[in-house]
C-alpha cells in the first residue's frame, strides 16, 4: 500500500476537490453535519486551530461513489476514507455557485442522512462581523453570498490541512482501513459497517436503498433509519436457515452476514433484501392505515418496524381477524412495556421475530404479555412537547384512537394537530398562561392535559379557562347535550357537561392570589388522576385488541 502525505492551504484543497473529482463512497453514510458544527468548522478554520488530516483512497475499482462537485466519476478515483463532513463543508463553502447547480444540489439532499430532516443550504451560509472577529452565519429564509476570495485572505495562506493518499486496489483492505479510521475515533455506525462489507459486483444494498428512498421522496417510509432494514435483513437470513432459531442483531453476526453476502457469486441477496424493503413498507403502512400514523416520530421506538416487518415479510395477503387482533394487542403491549428500547430491543427480538413469523405463517398466538396501567407516577411527570418520551406517544395514540371530536361533532384533523405548527401551549385543556400569571408551575405541561383541536378553534380558545370558551362555543356553535357529551368522550376529559366544568372551576375562582394557587393545585391534580383512571381504562381495552 503506498501512502503519500500532502499539506494543502485552503484553495490547494480545493483544487484538488475538483482536479480529481473526490468522491464520496456508496458504503459511507450521507451529510449529517448540522449548521452549529460547519460554523465551528469556520472559526477553526481562521483561528488556525487543528481540523484534522483527510485520508483519501485512490484506485481504479468499479466503486460506485457521488463526487462533490456533481462531475461524472473518472476510472482513476480518490474516494474519502475519512473527513467527509469537513471536506464536503469546506468544498460548498468556497463553491456555493457550484453547490446551488441542480444536479450537485439535489444529489447532496439525496444523500444526506440527517435523521431530523434538517437539511443544510450551503448557499444560505455568508460571513459577519462578531464581537471577537468574523463568524459565519446561516440565513434560513433566504439566499446569500459568501465571497472565496474574503474566506480565503481570513484564513492565513500558510494554515496547513493534511491530506493522506492511499493507493490500492485491494477494496477489502480499503474497507479495513475505513473501518479502523473510524472506530478509533467517532465510532463508525453499524449501517456503515454493513453496506461497506456486503458490497460486491453483485450486490449493493446500500444503491439499492437509497434509489429506493430516491423514489418515494417525502413519504412517511423515506424516514426510516437505515439500521432498521439492515436488521431486518439480517434477522430473515437468520430464520431462513431453519424454522426456529436464536436471532441476533450484534455487530459480530451483522459482519458475519456481511461477509456472506459479499462472497456469494449470484444476486440471491440483492433479491431478499429488495423483498425486505418491501415488507418494512407494509408495516409502515398498517401502521398509518390501523393507528393513523403520520410521522415516525410519533411510535415510541423506530425499532418497532423491524418486529413488525418479520410478520409482513411472510404474510403477504390479506389479514385475518385473529392476526389483526393480535397485531393490536402487540402494538399496545409493546408499546407500554417499551419492549423494543434500548436492551429491550436486543432481549426481545429473538423471541418475537419468531412469534412474527408463527403468526404469519399459522395464525399462532402472540405471547406478549399485558402490562399493568398502574403507571400514573410514571405519567405524571411526562411533558406534552419537551424531550423524548414512550410514554407520551402512547397517551397521544389512545387520545387518537376514539377519534376525538369537537362540539359541532366535527373530527379533529391529525394533520394539522400534528403538524408542526401550533404553539406549544395550543394542545393544553387547562392553559398554559396559568403558568405564565404563576397560579401554577411546570405540572401544567402534564401530558394527562392534552387536548387536540384545530387551529382555528385553537385561535378561538386564547388563553381562557376551559369553562369560559366553551360556553362561548356553545352558544355560538349552538351545540347540543349529545354533541357536547360526544366531545367530552372522544377528548377522554372527565366530564358530561359544562355545568360539570364550571362547578370544577369555582374550587379557584373569586380568591386572593395565594388561595387560588392552593386550590388549583388541588383541583388540577384531582383532573389528572381522574382523567388518568379514563386513558388506563382506555388502554386497558387496547390492550385486548379491542377496538371499542
Known amino acids: 500500500m503506498a501512502t503519500k502525505i500532502k499539506k494543502c492551504n485552503l484553495r490547494e484543497l480545493i483544487k484538488f476537490i475538483e482536479s480529481k473529482h473526490v468522491a464520496v463512497p456508496e458504503f459511507q453514510r450521507g451529510f449529517i453535519w448540522k449548521t452549529g458544527q460547519v ?10 486551530y487543528p481540523v484534522g488530516s483527510f485520508i483519501i483512497w485512490e484506485t481504479n475499482k468499479r466503486i460506485d461513489a457521488r463526487t462533490l462537485d456533481g462531475e461524472k466519476l473518472p476510472q482513476r478515483k480518490f474516494l474519502i476514507l475519512d473527513g467527509q463532513q469537513r471536506l464536503a463543508s469546506m468544498y460548498y463553502l468556497c463553491r456555493q455557485k457550484k453547490f446551488v447547480e441542480p444536479h450537485v444540489k439535489d444529489k447532496f439532499h439525496e444523500t444526506c442522512d440527517n435523521r431530523e430532516r434538517h437539511v443544510i443550504d450551503f448557499e444560505k451560509f455568508y460571513i459577519d462581523k462578531g464581537d471577537h472577529g468574523p463568524i459565519l452565519e446561516y440565513a434560513r429564509e433566504s439566499s446569500c453570498k459568501l465571497d472565496f476570495t474574503k474566506l480565503f485572505r481570513l484564513v492565513h495562506k500558510n494554515y496547513r490541512l493534511p491530506v493522506i493518499t492511499i493507493s490500492l486496489d485491494n477494496y477489502r483492505q480499503a474497507i479495513e482501513v475505513f473501518e479502523r479510521i473510524n472506530q478509533a475515533g467517532t465510532r463508525i455506525s453499524t449501517e456503515s459497517i454493513f453496506l461497506s462489507e456486503t458490497w460486491n459486483q453483485h450486490s449493493n444494498i446500500g444503491k439499492i436503498l437509497r434509489t429506493w428512498k430516491k423514489q418515494k421522496g417525502k413519504s412517511l417510509t423515506s424516514g426510516i433509519d437505515t439500521v432498521i432494514f439492515i436488521h431486518v435483513f439480517a434477522i430473515i437470513l437468520q430464520l431462513e436457515k431453519r424454522k ?43 401502521l398509518k392505515e390501523t393507528y393513523g400514523i403520520i410521522s415516525l416520530s410519533e411510535l415510541p421506538s423506530q425499532t418497532m418496524i423491524t418486529i413488525l416487518a418479520i410478520f409482513f415479510y411472510y404474510h403477504k395477503k390479506a389479514l385475518s381477524k385473529k392476526q389483526a387482533v393480535e397485531l393490536r394487542k402487540w402494538f399496545w403491549r409493546s408499546s407500554l412495556a417499551n419492549r423494543y428500547i434500548g436492551s429491550g430491543y436486543s432481549h426481545h427480538i429473538s423471541v418475537d421475530s419468531n412469534q412474527m413469523r408463527e403468526l404469519a405463517e399459522h395464525n399462532r398466538k402472540l405471547n406478549i404479555p399485558k402490562v399493568s396501567t398502574k403507571i400514573f407516577a410514571k405519567i405524571k411527570g411526562v411533558d406534552i412537547r419537551a424531550g423524548r418520551s414512550t410514554y407520551r406517544n402512547i397517551i397521544k395514540q389512545a387520545l387518537w384512537q376514539q377519534t376525538p371530536k369537537f362540539i359541532n361533532e366535527n373530527k379533529i384533523s391529525r394533520d394539522d394537530v400534528e403538524s408542526g405548527q401550533h404553539k406549544p401551549e395550543d394542545d393544553h385543556f387547562f392553559p398554559y398562561h396559568l403558568y405564565r400569571k404563576g397560579i401554577i408551575g411546570q405540572e401544567i405541561n402534564n401530558i394527562l392535559n392534552i387536548h387536540f383541536l384545530n387551529g382555528d378553534e385553537n385561535s378561538k380558545k386564547k388563553h381562557r379557562l376551559p369553562s369560559e370558551w366553551l360556553k362561548e362555543r356553545i352558544k355560538d356553535i349552538g351545540a347540543n347535550k349529545s354533541a357536547i357529551q360526544k366531545y367530552f368522550a372522544s377528548q377522554l376529559l372527565p366530564f358530561r357537561t359544562i355545568q360539570d366544568v364550571c362547578r370544577f372551576e369555582n374550587a379557584f375562582k373569586n380568591k386572593g392570589f395565594k388561595a387560588r ?25 387496547l390492550q385486548l385488541g379491542r377496538l371499542k
Do not use: C, M
Request: charged share 30%.
Open 517 to 541: 394557587q392552593r386550590e388549583f393545585a388541588k383541583s388540577y391534580n384531582r383532573f389528572l388522576w381522574r382523567r388518568f383512571k379514563l386513558f388506563a381504562k382506555t388502554l386497558d381495552r
Open 39 to 48: 460554523k465551528k468548522l469556520f472559526d477553526s478554520l481562521i483561528k488556525q
Open 244 to 286: 426456529r432459531q436464536t436471532v441476533e442483531i450484534g455487530i459480530k453476526i451483522l459482519k458475519k452476514i456481511a461477509e456472506d453476502v459479499h462472497k456469494h457469486p449470484s444476486n440471491r441477496f440483492h433479491k431478499i433484501f429488495k423483498n425486505v424493503i418491501g415488507s418494512v413498507a407494509h408495516a409502515v403502512t398498517y
